[in-house]
Nanobody
Framework: QVQLVESGGGLVQAGGSLRLSCAASGRSFSSYYMGWFRQAPGKEREFVVSMRWNGVSTYYADSVKGRFTISRDNAKRTVYLQMNSLKPEDTGVYYC????????????WGKGTLVTVSS
């Protein structure tokens, strides 16, 4: 079973930074696609960023390009999302996700961590 556990959410002022973590367990992720999605209050979940665990390619949503960075620590089996220059519209529940075959169509999901950006 694949397990994904997010952490690092919280309340931050606009312009601030947060780093989210996603601890992955259950199997080898060396060939997996890892991503972050988010869901704002009253809106559908949307794509934020995804990467191949081996780092071949990375895709960012236009709304976060230049501000967010995805990375991973192989030894810790952890994926990070560094979020800088946060805006109130970045508020939402952030989900870590993993897939076997796609950058965008995920197979496994974490429970999410709440990020609130105050203006």
């Amino acid at each position: 079973q694949v397990q994904l556990v997010e952490s690092g959410g919280g309340l931050v002022q606009a312009g601030g930074s947060l780093r989210l973590s996603c601890a992955a367990s259950g199997r080898s992720f060396s060939s997996y696609y890892m991503g972050w999605f988010r869901q704002a209050p009253g809106k559908e979940r949307e794509f934020v960023v995804s990467m191949r665990w081996n780092g071949v390619s990375t895709y960012y949503a236009d709304s976060v390009k230049g501000r967010f960075t995805i990375s991973r620590d192989n030894a810790k089996r952890t994926v990070y999302l560094q979020m800088n220059s946060l805006k109130p519209e970045d508020t939402g529940v952030y989900y870590c996700a993993a897939a076997e075959k796609s950058y965008f169509d995920m197979d496994y999901w974490g429970k999410g961590t709440l990020v609130t950006v105050s203006s």
